[in-house]
């Protein structure tokens, strides 16, 4: 029945236009990435591979599709009013609430990966340790789509504009307001995504985007926030009204 669930909802998820639609912005950072490598210098490309990892694929490509995936786990049948036919699934809610979130995270781990492999690329032109590159590219990739597919889902059972909701949280919160104010940093996704991939970014990102917490740390804590959402996403469609 696990199986079944999980293969309907990534059937359902995965397949959806919007979803080929938004595939298109990893497919552009692949694109940037094959023309960066074909005209600059190794030297020069040290710059391209924090902006890519850090900023691109952590910082916008992650948090867009998990956003637009992670909503829809659930906000089209909300939209449709469909809902309340989960009532007549013979499982716990909570069976459900993970195959949703299991089928969103892959979804977005599999149309990013053009994007990953992109970094991957750019990171061992430049002579970085190629398992140091792969790994934490997929780690930082893996954790951060996890923890915003979780925290989206939630949001799809919370709010009707949950889309909404996770754009300002995406824009303001993420790319602003955590940014200026380290106080904040510790409430924003991105920051621990971020200090994860600098296993993959020679050097360091600047310091004010990424948590002040280590690299075991943060990806704890990424694992946590899916954990988390999961739980308490499971808790609101037990008690939620789906009539």
């Known amino acids: 029945m696990g199986t079944t669930l999980f293969g309907f909802s990534l059937r359902g998820i995965l397949f ?33 591979q924090t902006t890519l990892t850090a900023n691109l694929l952590t910082g916008l490509v992650v948090p867009i599709v998990a956003l637009v995936l992670g909503i829809g786990a659930f906000g089209d049948e909300r939209d449709s009013r469909t809902l309340p036919l989960l009532r007549g699934v013979a499982r716990p809610r909570w069976h459900l609430v993970v195959a949703r979130f299991a089928a969103a995270w892959v979804s977005t781990f599999v149309v990013v990966l053009p994007a990953s492999l992109a970094c991957m690329a750019v990171g061992i032109s430049i002579n970085l340790p190629a398992a140091d590159v792969v790994g934490g590219i997929l780690l930082a990739t893996a954790l951060t789509s996890a923890a915003y597919t979780g925290l989206f889902v939630l949001l799809s059972l919370l709010t009707r504009r949950g889309l909404l909701a996770g754009l300002a949280y995406v824009v303001l919160w993420e790319t602003f307001l955590a940014g200026l104010a380290p106080a904040l940093r510790g409430l924003s996704i991105g920051s621990y995504g971020r200090r994860v991939a600098t296993l993959a970014i020679p050097g360091d990102v600047p310091v004010g985007t990424v948590a002040t917490t280590g690299v075991v740390t943060s990806a704890v804590v990424l694992a946590g926030i899916a954990v988390g959402s999961v739980v308490l996403s499971s808790i609101r469609l037990q008690r939620m009204d789906v009539g």
Not at 22 to 37: D, G, R, S, T
């Open 16 to 48: 959806r236009g919007r979803t080929a639609a938004f595939a298109a912005l990893p497919l552009l950072v692949a694109v940037v990435a094959v023309v960066v490598i074909a005209v600059t210098s190794v030297a020069g490309r040290y710059g391209v």
